[in-house]
């Protein structure tokens, strides 16, 4: 079963430093993850062997980085604007949700979080909503998800 997830967020950080260090984690991510595409069978032995415990520390569904770094006056933060595609169906590392591609971001920047939106469609519904993901005073990811259905389709 097919879950297409396109997912539109702002990437944020306190400083530019900041904000550019997660880009550029994520870019590296990007290139590590190229290389290891060629490897048919990621499984638990094979992630277990290459010292991986989750999926979300190696796969990427690649962002788009839409816009330059710019200062947000009102928040006196940074951001840039991502977006990402993603099918999130039972076989794939998803990109959202608590154990998602996103949350292991900040997990590895926790100077930086993320606010956004997302669509997600199966074969017979879809789902639309708001996700926030930020690194809290316990110093641990939190991902919170606003969802609500969008429509259901035949």
């Known amino acids: 079963m097919s879950c297409d997830t396109?997912?539109?967020f702002r990437l944020k950080a306190q400083t530019l430093a900041e904000l550019e260090a997660g880009i550029?984690?994520?870019?590296?991510?990007?290139?590590?993850?190229?290389k290891l595409e060629k490897v048919r069978n990621k499984d638990d032995k094979w992630?277990?062997?290459?010292?991986?415990t989750r999926g979300a520390e190696f796969v990427t569904w690649g962002w788009d980085f839409q816009s330059k770094p710019r200062k947000t006056p009102k928040e006196k933060s940074y951001q840039v604007k991502c977006y990402v595609w993603a099918n999130e169906n039972g076989r794939n590392v998803p990109a959202t949700g608590s154990n998602g591609e996103l949350v292991y971001f900040v997990e590895k920047n926790p100077k930086c979080w993320i606010e956004g939106e997302y669509k997600a469609d199966s074969?017979?519904?879809a789902f639309?909503?708001?996700?926030?993901i930020y690194w809290d005073?316990?110093?641990?990811?939190?991902y919170t998800d606003e969802a609500g259905e969008a429509g259901e389709y035949y």
């Open 47 to 52: 992630m277990k062997k290459n010292g991986f």
């Open 6 to 8: 396109d997912i539109s």
């Open 137 to 142: 005073e316990d110093e641990e990811a939190v």
């Open 24 to 34: 550029k984690w994520q870019r590296a991510k990007e290139k590590a993850y190229k």
């Open 123 to 125: 074969w017979d519904e």
């Open 128 to 132: 639309e909503g708001e996700l926030n």
